[in-house]
């Protein structure tokens, strides 16, 4: 009867509610596990990519984008370009880095994704967009899809939302097939 209230009638004795709660332990350590090593999971598979060319159009892209960051940057504290770079310890050699990075890992996910057979649908892409909906609009907020993907694309950049999703898909594609010990 105990257990019946406490868990609004889901559970009707103690050994129902052991198994659900077993289950639960043990999905929450599994998501624990996994936010613990996604980073690690990123960068081994960073570091085991081999790449042969990459793709000019989507490394200009991404240079552009880190040298329009840096400027924008310098401009809002009154400073050149130059000073800038030289106060951040950038220097072209790091943007063209990162801008290989950047590309280097869209590469590995579209590929992972692709192998896989795995990539998101588009159905799959607007539940997402609606769990943000709703997420957000529970804390007081008037967003639609549109203006969700919006806020992305201002925050961070065009396109952005959808690498998120299939990078954690990755990662969990990974994760599943991956032997983790724990010292």
Same mark, same amino acid.
């Given at each position: 009867?105990?257990? @019946?209230? *406490? ?15 077993? @289950?639960?332990?043990?999905?929450? !350590? ?20 081999? %790449?042969?060319?990459?793709?000019? @159009?989507?490394?200009?892209? !991404?240079?552009?984008?880190? %040298? ?44 992972? *994704? ?21 997420? !957000?609009?529970? !804390? ?33 594609? %990974? ?9």
């Amino acid at each position: 009867e105990h257990i @019946e209230k *406490l868990t609004g009638g889901d559970y009707k004795n103690l050994s129902d509610f052991m198994v659900y709660y077993k @289950e639960y332990l043990s999905e929450l !350590y599994e998501s624990d596990l996994l936010s613990k090593v996604s980073d690690k999971i990123a960068e081994a598979i960073l570091a085991n990519a081999t %790449v042969y060319s990459y793709p000019n @159009e989507q490394y200009l892209y !991404y240079y552009q984008s880190n %040298v329009s960051y840096m400027t924008l940057q310098a401009e809002k504290l009154g400073m050149s370009y130059e000073a800038y770079m030289t106060a951040t310890g950038e220097n072209e050699e790091t943007l063209r880095a990162t801008a290989e990075k950047s590309v280097l890992e869209d590469m590995v996910i579209y590929y992972i *994704l692709e192998a896989e057979g795995k990539s998101y649908t588009d159905d799959e892409y607007n539940k997402a967009l609606d769990y943000y909906v709703e997420y !957000y609009n529970g !804390y007081g907020y008037n967003y639609d899809r549109a203006s969700i993907e919006a806020m992305f694309e201002y925050y961070y950049y065009p396109g952005y939302l959808r690498y998120q999703l299939n990078r954690e898909r990755v990662i969990q594609i %990974v994760f599943d097939s991956a032997n983790i010990v724990e010292a």
